[in-house]
């Protein structure tokens, strides 16, 4: 972790009488990079199933990328409450392309830039915020899918806490920053229900507001999740997700030309382990049914698992088994994709624990129907005939990465 203090602006605000508190600077981010090749002639390209929404990470990721983030407590009132700023730029680049995070290979944004109003006393502690942020965001980290994420443009109360339980609203107009258009939408949660001993219960519904654009729709989404924690050392995460129309997004807005009659449903399942000091771990299994009135239903599976295991307090040896099927016209995808990577661990050999550098080796199979449906969806991608592998159902990649993330 590493904090900056802003000191000139300290030493300057110090000398003047008012009823605040000057806080620190925090730097906080993200960097994953790296360098790979394939096994055949071309440069590394990653393996990821034909309309499916994630891909099995380890080993598996052909892009620099980096999050920079600070956030600037301004003040601390005489109640208690603090005024915030945060901003974070977010750096993407492709391998084998000169990092200029610009053009067609690579781009720069602001991912974030919001202010914060938190811990105010009149919304029973809860916060107002303004701006754009991530927000609200669920994951699963080998897979790196985002299957529950609110983060938006817009303002809303995050997090009132009222008889036990944690309610929030946010109105947003923008999903992230590549969304063309601005859509008007709706965010309520409410969280805090104790279903069990060390379980908790969320509830969530999306309104997508029908847009002022020709054949467009309105829609809506509910998702329902239960957190365990010290499940086999760890924690469990069980989501049931539903929408209709532009809900069928589930956790972002979707396509708004989709009407009422077009649905989705997902079950999401995945656990964190950590059984032993040296012997950890993370498993998922996702489910997702999309029906469509104008053809184009398909079912998603997706299943995997990455455990580790540290031989010292800082050698690790990972390993990542995954699995996509998607069933659709046309047929039905299939890849398997598994990856074996000896890993220096300075920080130690919990699971989360970084940075970690990385030795890897991936190798993936797929089949007839999805190489031809990347012939179609993705041309000169790692599964198409025209991509690094050619003709062949098979490849593998090998290189080297790191990744860290500090608060």
Same mark, same amino acid.
Not at 255 to 276: C, N
């Given at each position: 972790?590493?904090?900056?203090?802003?000191?000139?602006?300290?030493?300057?605000?110090?000398?003047?009488?008012?009823?605040?508190?000057?806080?620190?600077?925090?730097?906080?981010?993200?960097?994953?990079?790296?360098?790979?090749?394939?096994?055949?002639?071309?440069?590394?390209?990653?393996?990821?199933?034909?309309?499916?929404?994630?891909?099995?990470?380890?080993?598996?990721?052909?892009?620099?990328?980096?999050?920079?983030?600070?956030?600037?407590?301004?003040?601390?009132?005489?109640?208690?409450?603090?005024?915030?700023?945060?901003? $974070?730029?977010?750096? +993407?680049? =492709?391998?084998?392309?000169? #990092?200029?995070?610009? *053009?067609?290979?690579? /781009? @720069?944004? $602001?991912?974030?830039? +919001?202010? =914060?109003?938190?811990?105010? #006393?009149?919304?029973? *502690?809860?916060?107002? /915020? @303004?701006?754009?942020?991530?927000?609200?965001?669920?994951?699963?980290?080998?897979?790196?899918?985002?299957?529950?994420?609110?983060? @938006?443009?817009?303002?809303?109360?995050?997090?009132?806490?009222?008889?036990?339980?944690?309610?929030?609203?946010?109105?947003?107009?923008?999903?992230?920053?590549?969304?063309?258009?601005?859509?008007?939408?709706?965010?309520?949660?409410?969280?805090?229900?104790?279903?069990?001993?060390?379980?908790?219960?969320?509830?969530?519904?999306?309104?997508?507001?029908?847009?002022?654009?020709?054949?467009?729709?309105?829609?809506?989404?509910?998702?329902?999740?239960?957190?365990?924690?010290?499940?086999?050392?760890?924690?469990?995460?069980?989501?049931?997700?539903?929408?209709?129309?532009?809900?069928?997004?589930?956790?972002?807005?979707?396509?708004?030309?989709?009407?009422?009659?077009?649905?989705?449903?997902?079950?999401?399942?995945?656990?964190?382990?950590?059984?032993?000091?040296?012997?950890?771990?993370?498993?998922?299994?996702?489910?997702?049914?999309?029906?469509?009135?104008?053809?184009?239903?398909?079912?998603?599976?997706?299943?995997?698992?990455?455990?580790?295991?540290?031989?010292?307090?800082?050698?690790?040896?990972?390993?990542?088994?995954?699995?996509?099927?998607?069933?659709?016209?046309?047929?039905?995808?299939?890849?398997?994709?598994?990856?074996?990577?000896?890993?220096?661990?300075?920080?130690?050999?919990?699971?989360?624990?970084?940075?970690?550098?990385?030795?890897?080796?991936?190798?993936?199979?797929?089949?007839?129907?999805?190489?031809?449906?990347?012939?179609?969806?993705?041309?000169?991608?790692?599964?198409?005939?025209?991509?690094?592998?050619?003709?062949?159902?098979?490849?593998?990649?090998?290189?080297?990465?790191?990744?860290?993330?500090?608060?």
């Amino acid at each position: 972790m590493k904090k900056a203090k802003s000191l000139g602006f300290v030493a300057v605000l110090a000398g003047i009488a008012t009823p605040f508190t000057v806080q620190a600077l925090d730097f906080n981010g993200y960097v994953r990079s790296g360098v790979g090749d394939s096994s055949s002639s071309g440069s590394q390209a990653c393996f990821q199933l034909p309309g499916a929404p994630s891909k099995f990470r380890l080993g598996n990721e052909c892009e620099q990328y980096a999050e920079l983030g600070l956030r600037q407590d301004l003040f601390t009132l005489d109640d208690g409450s603090v005024l915030s700023i945060e901003g $974070m730029a977010a750096l +993407y680049n =492709e391998y084998d392309h000169t #990092p200029k995070f610009t *053009g067609d290979h690579g /781009w @720069a944004r $602001m991912v974030q830039a +919001y202010a =914060e109003w938190s811990k105010v #006393p009149a919304l029973y *502690g809860g916060s107002l /915020w @303004a701006g754009r942020r991530f927000y609200k965001r669920n994951d699963i980290h080998i897979s790196d899918f985002y299957y529950w994420n609110q983060s @938006a443009t817009g303002a809303g109360i995050e997090d009132m806490e009222i008889g036990g339980l944690k309610y929030s609203y946010a109105f947003s107009r923008k999903d992230n920053v590549f969304q063309d258009n601005y859509i008007n939408r709706h965010d309520f949660n409410v969280g805090g229900f104790d279903s069990n001993p060390g379980g908790e219960l969320e509830f969530g519904v999306s309104y997508i507001d029908e847009p002022d654009q020709r054949d467009a729709n309105s829609g809506w989404a509910v998702t329902v999740q239960h957190k365990q924690i010290g499940f086999l050392g760890g924690s469990n995460t069980f989501a049931v997700q539903y929408g209709e129309g532009p809900g069928t997004g589930l956790g972002y807005t979707g396509d708004v030309t989709l009407g009422s009659s077009d649905k989705s449903w997902r079950v999401v399942e995945f656990f964190d382990w950590q059984v032993t000091p040296r012997f950890g771990g993370q498993f998922q299994a996702v489910y997702q049914k999309d029906k469509r009135q104008g053809g184009g239903d398909q079912d998603w599976i997706s299943v995997g698992v990455r455990p580790v295991y540290a031989f010292t307090q800082q050698f690790k040896l990972v390993a990542e088994l995954g699995h996509d099927q998607i069933d659709a016209p046309g047929g039905t995808r299939k890849l398997t994709k598994f990856t074996i990577a000896p890993t220096w661990s300075p920080a130690g050999p919990d699971f989360w624990a970084r940075p970690e550098v990385r030795l890897y080796y991936t190798y993936a199979q797929w089949n007839e129907a999805a190489q031809e449906a990347a012939n179609l969806m993705a041309a000169g991608s790692a599964l198409s005939d025209t991509g690094t592998f050619g003709g062949d159902r098979h490849g593998s990649n090998f290189g080297l990465q790191v990744e860290y993330w500090w608060d």
